[in-house]
C-alpha cells in the first residue's frame, strides 16, 4: 500500500504541513506488511493555484498510488475527490510525517470525516 502524508519538507521528519491542498511536499511512503519500505518526496504542484488546489492535490495522491492519506485539514471538495478515488483519510497528528505513519501503523489514527476536519464546516 502507499500512503500519502503532507509535509512541510521533502523528509521524513519533517512537520506535517497543516494543509492538504497548498502543502508544499508530499511525502510518499511505501508499506508492506505493516512496515515501511520506502518513501519519495513529492513536490506539491496544487500549491500555488489560484483555486482547486484540494481537488488537484487529491488527483496528484490517485496519479502516485495512494490507497491512504494522513492528513490534519482536508476541504469539501478534496475529500469527496478523494473518496471518488477510494483514497482513505485518517486523521493526523502534530508531529512529524515519521511519527504520524508510525501511529497509522500502531491503528492510532482515526479515520476521518468530513466533519473530523477543520475545512469543514460542522453542524
Not at 502507499?2 to 521533502?10: F, G, L, Y
Not at 484540494?54 to 482536508?74: E, K, S
Not at 475529500?79 to 501511529?103: H, K, M, P
Amino acid at each position: 500500500m502507499k500512503a500519502i502524508v503532507p509535509s512541510q519538507t521533502p523528509s521524513m521528519d519533517s512537520k506535517l504541513s497543516p494543509v492538504f491542498g497548498r502543502c508544499p511536499y508530499f511525502m510518499l511512503v511505501e508499506i508492506e506488511g505493516g512496515k515501511v519500505v520506502g518513501n519519495t518526496a513529492v513536490p506539491n504542484e496544487a500549491a500555488n493555484q489560484q483555486g482547486g488546489a484540494g481537488v488537484a492535490a487529491a488527483q496528484a495522491a490517485h496519479d502516485q498510488g495512494a490507497t491512504t492519506l494522513i492528513a490534519g485539514t482536508v476541504g469539501p471538495k478534496a475529500f469527496s475527490a478523494l473518496e471518488s478515488f477510494g483514497i482513505e483519510v485518517y486523521d493526523s497528528t502534530s508531529g512529524t510525517v515519521q511519527e504520524n505513519v508510525d501511529a497509522f501503523l500502531q491503528g492510532k489514527l482515526p479515520k476521518a470525516n468530513p466533519g473530523s476536519h477543520a475545512g469543514f464546516l460542522k453542524k
